[in-house]
């Protein structure tokens, strides 16, 4: 059979048979999945470790092939637990999880929309091409493949819940590629964790006779190799996904976006002038863009904004992305506070009472406290055991990582009770402020 080779420097080779897959292929060629290929999947994460310049289209090939590889190992010994399409669904939904992400991915998440709820749409779209093809596959494709990428379990048609584990849960394909992916690029070296086992000894129980209750769960002979994944994800996160710099330019560029935002609305017609067709939609509040809009955004769309911005009237707009890109000359943001905490609650109220000082203190030094203080605070919690007497309702078997040992069936942390130290909660707040000014933020923040 004439086989689709694409070469990854994970997998050495991606294969598709060109006759029984071909509308796979097609897939793979729409454009909104091909727009992939200009979204970077790291973010800014590149402005820290040069190497992570990889595409999330290189990531969503990384999980498809990572979903061809499940299905033959679980078809083996569980195809009865397969319905009609259900293969189908699950293969373009690993080509489609990412297909909604705006520019540098989640750096602008908050401000060009939620990727997930992006996705639904560009799969439910009569318009789109993901659409079409998938509807001329299966009528009933697009609304399985969309249940399952939600963020949200859909009311209406639910997906069954094993196969959405196997996309989205604190153990899925796409966590098992992008660990990796992202280790490999940013020469982190955290991502070498026994993949192959995981997906290998992956296994289903059958609590009722009810197929939503049908859960994944692991021999006690791979815990070791999941431990490794999940202090991966520690470390990743500590070290690559919220390092302090790339969150800095992060938060950079939230701001330059608000300040555009904040011009488009004050009808200044010279700084309108400066706005790219591709862009305006998106700062305008009066009309929502449309999805044919938010399919012509990619980094290189964003950054040739910034770009231009560089130039305006607008002296906070032109200061803040001539900062962006020149690093040396205008110098960086700098971290003039950070905090770690396990017990938020306290804290958020203590600095941010501090936060009124340091405001007051870049007002009376001619900087506007709301672009020069950069505040960043987020939540780190690599894994969430299954903890039914306190949470009922919220965890379930579906989407945690279960080990059977001694024909007991039982989350991960009652096998290996130290990996309780990766379930804390650790949150995390930063004020980074120009340079020349770090030392009097400092003292006004501690």
Known sequence: MPQKLFRDPLYDYISLDKKKDSWLLKLINCPEVQRLRYINQLGLSHFTYPGASHSRFSHTLGVFHLMQQCLKHLNKEYGD????????????????????????????????????????TIIADPESSVNRLLTGVNKELPAKVAALVSEEMPKKNPPVLWQRALISSQLDLDRLDFLRRDSLFSGAEYGNFDWYRIIHTMRLTELTEDIQKIWVFWPDKTKYAIEEYLFSRFYMYQSVYYHHTTRGFEKLLEKILERAKQLVSQNNDIFGNSVLPLVKPFLQKDKEPTLRQFLNLTDYVLLTQVSVWKNVEDPILSDLSTKFFDRENDGLFKVAYKSDVTDKSPMITKIFEKEKNAREYLQENNLDPDYYLLKDEFDVEVYKPYVPELEPGIFTPENVIMISE????????????RLRSVTKELWTARYYCPEEHKGQIKKLLS
Do not use: M
Request: hydrophobic share 35%.
């Open 81 to 120: 637990y397969f319905s009609n399409g259900d293969e189908d669904a699950l293969l373009a939904a690993a080509l489609l999880h990412d297909v909604g992400h705006g520019p540098f991915s989640h750096t602008t998440e908050n401000f060009f929309g939620n990727h997930e709820k992006r996705a639904v």
């Open 406 to 417: 001694d024909t007991k069936i039982q989350e991960i942390c009652n096998v290996l009770p």
